[in-house]
């Protein structure tokens, strides 16, 4: 199943479009519509969409633009022109560009399906090229990999001089010049009970970004750690391609519902001898995460707040490194790995629980003092010698008070550490509060709003509040247009307007999709 999103400024071709492709009976699904290039970016970037059909003249953002920066940030996006000028330039730039297809107003339904499919094929093409484990298999196994990534590891790791480095790089067809150097490492996750075979695929198509971007140098140091040096010849741009490559990594690795990926984005640096800076600082973020499970993006400037506690961390430690960074889930199987370490008898047990159970204290006592907090006042009975004899009377009671500590120590812990976005998402939810009923509020204008880029913005915005920019404007809008149906005798079209929805349809397709219930069900009556 392929989606699809149409971006034209008149309502009635894309009605027309949403209304005369039978959807359900096709290979393809429908993911959302929008009037003009600028308003669609945003979505598009969220979405992600397989195609893209789109008007030529728009305005706003016309639809070479629109192509342009869709084909920037998501080069596997097929795209299909739409345009009432049958004239040899605009034909031109969209080849240049990388256009699918060109098709001519007016045109039909058949037309359109006919090339979507060809588009459905040239994805079908890429993916099974991708999936070619056998060719990937007898890669990994040629004699120049092997050496480029033995070379390369070399660099990332610092055991070999620029110079020499530069040299045997160019010896192995390696263009290792650049003014600028950004290493990124992601971490592969496969889910529970799948083997070392699932990473086969994904690393096929994460070698594949560097084929096709000659600003990315990519190779693997284990079979679920990806290394990516990304060169750059300007400083301003570095941010955004480091986000745009680090999307781009999740998107491939994502497609298999059975993987997640943490990408870390190590510092900037402006010599060949100090890549191994930059990957050190990417690795020890990737040390300090503790996002089993889900996708996500650090980055090495946006934590460098963050880092200052962990200098002071004993290395004989494993539990406060644990518990500096783990998720509340992980709490769990903390206190199994715990009892796991304890006997069954009722006398070796509270011996060896005891001597557990310091251990914890002493652990989140120093979390709470990196933290600048009293583990008293987090935990007030927590150094009393009634609690540890109280903790060790049974297994049941041991496992019981260890996760009930743990949980208090961690929502301690993130009330302290989860405050550096704080003020940035504070003042974003405000801004889409005061903007949401205007139609061209996008996530470039947010990002605008509270000074940071929108590629950078969108990664935040999306960690922190747990989902992306569209989908917590789309629930304001949609939680607004509740209000008004319950309240008010506005029509639906009204509220449409007033909510933000430029195209009365569009916002009641999305109200169905959000609420299982058309405008008119959810009222109660028919308008």
């Avoid at 519509?33 to 979505?43: K, R, V």
């Avoid at 598009?44 to 706003?60: E, G, N, R, S, V």
């Avoid at 206190?335 to 011996?351: C, G, K, P, R, W």
Wanted: proline share 3%.
């Amino acid at each position: 199943m392929y989606s699809v999103f149409i971006v034209d400024d008149e309502v009635i071709v894309r009605d027309g479009i949403r209304g005369k492709i039978n959807w359900d009976h096709s290979q393809f699904s429908f993911s959302g519509e929008a009037g003009d290039g600028e308003i669609a970016l945003s979505m598009i970037q969220d979405l992600k969409p397989d195609i893209l059909i789109t008007d030529i003249k728009m305005p706003f953002m016309d639809g070479l633009e629109l192509s342009r920066m869709v084909k920037k940030l998501l080069p596997w996006t097929r795209i299909i022109i739409l345009s009432g000028h049958d004239e040899f330039e605009y034909a031109k730039k969209a080849i240049s560009i990388g256009v699918e297809d060109y098709i001519l107003k007016p045109f039909t339904a058949e037309e359109l399906l006919e090339s979507m499919n060809r588009a459905a094929d040239a994805l079908e093409k890429e993916k099974q090229r991708y999936s070619d484990v056998e060719k990937m298999k007898q890669a990994l196994e040629s004699a120049s990999l092997l050496a480029q990534e033995r070379l390369l590891t070399n660099i990332i790791t610092g055991v070999i001089p620029g110079t020499e480095a530069v040299g045997s790089a160019a010896d192995l067809h390696i263009d290792l010049i650049a003014r600028y150097y950004t290493v990124l490492v992601s971490e592969l996750q496969c889910s529970a009970g799948k083997g070392m075979d699932c990473f086969v695929e994904a690393k096929t198509r994460l070698l594949q970004i560097s084929e096709n971007n000659t600003k990315v140098i990519s190779f693997f140091v284990s079979p679920e750690r990806a290394v990516f040096i990304l060169k750059n010849s300007r400083l301003e741009n570095v941010e955004e391609e480091s986000y745009n490559l680090a999307n781009n990594v999740e998107h491939e690795v994502c497609s298999d519902p059975e993987l997640s990926v943490v990408t870390a984005i190590g510092s900037t640096v402006d010599r060949i001898t100090a890549i191994s800076e930059s990957y050190r600082s990417a690795m020890d973020l990737l040390r300090r995460s503790r996002f089993s499970g889900k996708s996500r993006i650090l980055n090495a400037g946006d934590c460098a707040e963050d880092a200052a506690p962990a200098a002071g961390l004993q290395e004989n430690d494993p539990l406060l490194e644990r518990i500096r960074y783990a998720d509340e889930r992980e709490i769990v199987l903390i206190v199994e790995q715990y009892l796991s370490y304890i006997n069954e008898s009722h006398e070796e047990f509270t011996a060896a629980a005891s001597y557990l159970l310091v251990d914890v204290i002493m652990s989140i006592s120093k979390l709470a003092e990196d933290l600048g907090g009293d583990i008293r006042d987090v935990v007030p009975d927590i150094l009393s010698r009634t609690f540890v004899t109280n903790a060790v009377r049974s297994r049941e009671v041991f496992a019981a008070e260890m996760e009930r500590v743990l949980r208090t120590v961690l929502l301690w812990r993130n009330s302290r550490t989860q405050g550096r976005y704080a003020d940035v998402i504070l003042r974003a939810k405000k801004y889409i509060g005061e903007h949401f009923s205007d139609p061209d509020i996008c996530l470039f204008s947010t990002a605008k709003a509270v000074n940071m880029s929108p590629n950078h913005f969108s990664s935040v915005f999306s960690q922190e509040c747990g989902m992306t920019y569209i989908e917590y404007l789309t629930s304001v809008r949609i939680d607004t247009a509740k209000k008004l149906l319950r309240n008010t005798s506005m029509r639906s079209s009204e509220i449409a307007y007033e909510t933000g929805f430029s195209d009365p349809h569009y916002f009641s397709f999305i109200f169905k999709k959000n609420t299982g219930q058309s405008p008119q069900e959810f009222r109660g009556k028919k308008e």
